[in-house]
């Protein structure tokens, strides 16, 4: 299966007031068709900044995308096209849905519509043809009565409801990527599973390649291919979805594993939680950005950022502790060593 | 090339693999010194020049009408048929009006008036504002619902209407110009208070400090106020100008302050018949009340930048 | 909506009748006899003859209630200065004219102000915001009057463009036009370019410009129909402006409109006249922001579908 998406080395700095806050440092990864990779680390890691660059989805005026970063979609360099033909790249090959259904959705237009909009524009459909297919989209997404409430608001509908609508919309021209951005942490846990069940079917059935960023590892569990873990703008740890979960290599992927509850640990046990904040990226630190919570922390790890070991394949750390050099640490996920 | 890259010549040595656990140093660092509320919106405000010219120059002219008058040398109400209407010069900076008088004192002395009048109109109606709007806020329900039904109607009936009554009974003069501007005038704050209220009283931190077992009192001052007061602040900045502009109309259409006393509006009231001949009678009144606007204006929106929790740093 | 259309009518005819009502006794209470001066030589009897006429012998109740009896058959009354004119032949002599002006400036002040917003806030931090704003602020900041004062003074003397003053040719509306809408003008860009940031930040933009909505499609169903809505609301006290600056602005330029003749007439103390010409000046503002408020209505899709705001 080739790749749809390669993106390589990625830099995104925002310029605030205050100074340079570098959200993106150097991240390169890849999608291959029909995959599911999923993107997980704590709020501020930068991954909801990487999902939104591929399109270029941010905001014009602060950020700038350093230089000898790229974003090829099928061989082709996105990251330097202009609006114009951005615009017929977003929402036809490449679709993006958002975190608060509640507020991604136009009040003013009937959801059919918002649906429709996308059809007129990239298919060249008509009123008719696009009000067709959006009741087939509608149903898609397990929307009842799709006749009636086609014509309906987005205030209407409550929170799953505009999900499946923003699913619908995204859908609807059968892109090949799909990016999902958060799409189930605004929603209630049961509509949650049925929202990612939905993701995963329709995946299945068109063939679209799909890259869900989340912070919740049991949602990644279950639906993704392979996941990479991000931290500080940076990838530490990437693999398939088992050899994250079964064999994970950065303290960074064992601490997340360790606080899910029931997920490699002790049944009986505290909570486990992680001490610190993550690192100000006005001015990231020179060694490795989890040094200051890393409880294996060597001096080699503030002095210099470790560069990625790839193992197996396709299992990539960047992490000190895999260095000859460095002792031998039991691996509390596994309990086997390193 | 940022001064923390990697320097790929530094040596690794056996010793740099010792394993030591967390450096919880650099953590507790980046937290930014503690600053409140205030201090904060202060700083900003001071950042926005254009605010901060806006303030300096609202200094100014109230300082100027308070005591320009007597910068002149001349008085404000000696009438002088020999130098009617003169074009401003070095003895008569601002030029002489109908009667002979020197319109530099008069502008600054009418500006007394003018400013007064909107700070008193709006003090008054801010005052009437919050007790309304407060209560209709904090006792929610059934009053509330009938306090704003009266201010649906109140703010249904024309301003001019209601200035028209009043002068129509009340006769001309100061007394019936603040009764005609504060009879509706505090409508706007009272629906601004009590729609801050209502929004307080909702959120979760009241309920949290209600939990944590804060009396009411304390969550009255602490919690309802300090939030609504920004608002409040700068919802009088706001008003302040609205009542000089009403002010400035009535005293034109003859409402308001009566002759000796004048006041911008009735200066440029009483400019209007020479016009064409001496604009400079209508020229300065009208700057002044232009620029007091102005400044009020900018520095409201100023303030409301500042004091815009979410746009804290 | 019908039950939001309802209500706002309800309010409206409460509203209307208090403000009658409390006209009427207001008006009545003024210390001096209405008709003392022009009765002052007549003798006795005539007098008495003179005050029934008027029903003014009356107890000031069954004044009142044969007053509203009246008011339903739409009779205003006659003009206590100048006997035999009718209320309402007044007011049909003199309104059309200040409609005509005041429909103007309401529609120029809109769409000027509201472009000038969009610009404004598309362009924004470069020069055209900073003309635009420059622009809104002075007409925030310069009285109504003066503003009219300094166009008759530049625009018809100085450089003698138009008439200065009067009424009959296009021509001399234009002056007044600009004059009487230069403050909503402000006020609308104002509000339209602080309404159009606020929806570009919102994640429903986000979400077009994800769908690959063009620019021009994105400006107009998503940014304008949602930041448009506000301003909306501010149309009704904008009226409200348009229709207390006509009364100035038509004594600047001398223009023979129901204001210019509203204000003699409380300056003749002409009782029955201030009287009708209020009632109707009131019912006039009334349904203007009863119709503004039903636009509202049926404009934002939350309140046409579930009746409340």
């Known amino acids: 299966m080739e790749k749809i998406l390669e993106v390589r080395d990625l830099g995104i700095s925002f310029h605030t007031y205050a100074g340079e806050v570098e959200a993106v440092r150097g991240v390169s990864f890849y999608l291959k068709r029909g995959e599911l990779l999923a993107v997980v680390g704590e709020s501020g890691c930068g991954k909801t900044v990487t999902s939104k660059s591929i399109m270029k989805l941010l905001p014009d005026s602060t950020v700038e995308i350093k230089k000898g970063s790229e974003v090829r979609f099928e061989g082709r360099d996105i990251i330097k096209l202009g609006e114009r033909e951005l615009e017929k790249v977003r929402g036809k090959d490449i679709s993006m849905i958002f975190q608060d259904p509640m507020t991604s959705l136009n009040p003013t237009m009937k959801i059919g519509d918002q649906i ?11 009123r008719r043809e696009a009000r067709k297919k959006t009741l087939e989209m509608l149903a898609m997404v397990n929307i009842p009565d799709p006749e009636e409430r086609i014509d309906s608001y987005p205030h209407e509908f409550s929170g799953g409801m505009r999900q499946r609508v923003m699913i619908a919309i995204a859908l ?167 | 090339m940022k001064s923390n890259e990697t320097d790929k010549t530094v040596q690794l040595t056996p010793d740099m693999f010792v394993i030591e656990g967390c450096s919880t140093i650099g953590a507790e660092e980046i937290n930014r010194p503690e600053i409140t509320y205030w201090e904060d919106a202060w700083r900003r405000l001071k950042k926005n020049r254009v605010a901060f010219g806006a303030l300096l120059l609202l200094i100014f002219l109230l300082v100027m009408t308070a005591t ?27 030029g002489t009006d109908e009667l002979g008088r020197d319109l530099f004192s008069r502008v600054w002395r009418g500006g007394r008036v003018s400013m ?42 024309p ?155 | ?42 003798p006795e009897q005539v007098k008495i003859n003179f005050y029934a006429k008027y029903g003014l012998d009356q107890p000031l109740f069954v004044q009142y209630l044969k007053f509203m009896k009246n008011l339903f058959m739409l009779d205003l009354g006659e003009s ?35 472009s000038f917003g969009i610009l404004a806030a598309f362009k924004r931090n470069k020069w055209p915001d900073y003309v635009v704003m420059f622009l809104a602020i002075l007409g925030v900041s310069i009285p109504g009057f003066v503003t009219a004062s300094l166009l008759q003074y530049y625009f018809t003397v100085k450089i003698p463009l138009l008439p200065t003053t009067g009424w009959g040719t296009t021509g001399h509306t234009i002056l007044p036009t600009i004059a009487l809408a230069f403050g909503s003008v402000a006020a609308y860009a104002r509000y339209m370019r602080a309404n159009v940031l606020d929806v570009l930040h919102q994640d429903y933009i986000l979400t077009a410009r994800a769908k690959g909505v063009p620019r021009f499609s994105l400006i107009w169903r998503h940014v304008i129909r949602n930041a ?52 109707f000046f009131a019912a006039l503002y009334i349904t203007a922001l009863l119709v503004v408020d039903i636009l509202y209505g049926l404009v934002d899709p939350r309140i046409r579908i579930s009746g409340k705001r």
């Open chain 1, 172 to 338: 609807s021209c059968e892109p090949k990527i799909l990016i999902a951005d958060e799409p189930t942490t605004a929603l209630d846990v049961t509509i949650q599973a049925q929202i990612m069940k939905l993701i995963k079917n329709l995946q299945k059935k068109m063939g679209t390649s799909v890259i869900l960023v989340t912070h919740d590892l049991g949602v990644v569990a279950g639906s993704a291919d392979r996941v990479q873990v991000m931290y500080a703008g940076k990838v530490v740890e990437r693999g398939t979805t088992d050899e994250i979960y079964y064999n994970p290599k950065h303290p960074y992927t064992w601490a997340l594993l360790k606080s899910v509850p029931g997920a490699g640990s002790q049944k009986k046990s505290e909570l486990y939680s992680l001490k610190g904040t993550p690192p100000d990226l006005m001015n990231p630190p020179k060694g490795c950005p989890f040094a200051a919570r890393c409880d294996y922390c060597m001096p080699v790890c503030i002095e210099r950022e470790p560069e990625e070991t790839v193992s197996s394949g396709i299992h990539g750390v960047r992490c000190w502790l895999q260095h000859p050099m460095s002792p031998e640490v039991k691996n509390p996920i596994t309990g086997g060593v390193r």
């Open chain 3, 228 to 279: 448009i809505l506000p301003v909306i609301t501010i149309l009704g006290p904008q009226i409200a402006g348009i229709f207390i600056g006509s009364f100035v602005i038509e004594k600047i330029f001398s223009i023979p409109g129901f204001g210019f003749n509203y204000v003699s007439a409380i300056q003749n103390r002409d009782f029955s006249m201030i009287l009708g010409q209020t009632i």
């Open chain 1, 116 to 126: 429709g909009e996308s059809l007129m524009i990239h298919k060249k459909l008509s």
């Open chain 3, 80 to 114: 206590l200065v100048y006997p035999g004119r009718s209320v309402a032949e007044n007011i049909k002599r003199f309104s059309p004219v200040s409609a005509r002006l005041g429909i103007q400036a309401v529609i120029f002040g809109f769409t000027t102000g509201v």
């Open chain 3, 1 to 42: 909506m019908l039950r939001y259309i309802l209500k706002r009518v309800g309010i409206m005819f409460l509203t209307l009748f208090i403000i009658i009502t409390m006209t009427f006794f207001i008006i009545r209470a003024v210390p001096g006899d209405p008709l003392s001066s022009m009765a002052r030589n007549l």
């Open chain 2, 116 to 157: 007064l009048m909107g700070l008193l109109g709006a003090t008054i109606s801010t005052f009437i504002g919050c007790i309304y709007g407060g209560v209709a806020g904090y006792y929610g329900g059934r009053t509330d619902n009938i306090m704003m039904r009266i201010i649906e109607i109140l703010t249904t009936i």
């Open chain 2, 159 to 313: 301003y001019l209407m209601v200035v028209i009554l009043i002068s129509l009974y009340f006769g001309k003069g100061i007394f019936p110009l603040i009764l005609a501007m504060t009879a509706t005038g505090w409508c706007g704050m009272a629906r601004l208070v009590r729609g801050q209220i209502l929004q307080v009283k909702e959120q979760e931190y009241v309920t949290a400090a209600i939990a944590l077992g804060a009396g009411p009192w304390r969550i009255i001052t602490r919690h309802l106020l300090t939030n609504t007061l920004s608002i409040i602040i700068v919802s009088i900045t706001f008003d302040i100008p609205r009542f000089i502009f009403a002010e400035a109309f009535l005293s034109y259409i003859g409402l308001g302050v009566q002759a000796p006393d004048t006041s911008w509006g009735a200066l440029a009231s009483a400019s209007q018949q020479n016009l064409m001949f001496y604009p400079y009678q209508l020229f300065f009144p009208a700057l002044m009340i232009a620029l007091t606007m102005l400044s009020f204006t900018l520095l409201g929106d100023g303030l409301r930048d500042a004091l815009d929790p979410k746009l804290r740093q």
């Open chain 2, 68 to 94: 320009g008058e007597y910068m002149g040398g001349y008085s404000h109400e000696v009438t002088d048929s020999a130098i009617r209407n003169m074009w401003p010069d070095k003895t008569h900076w601002f």
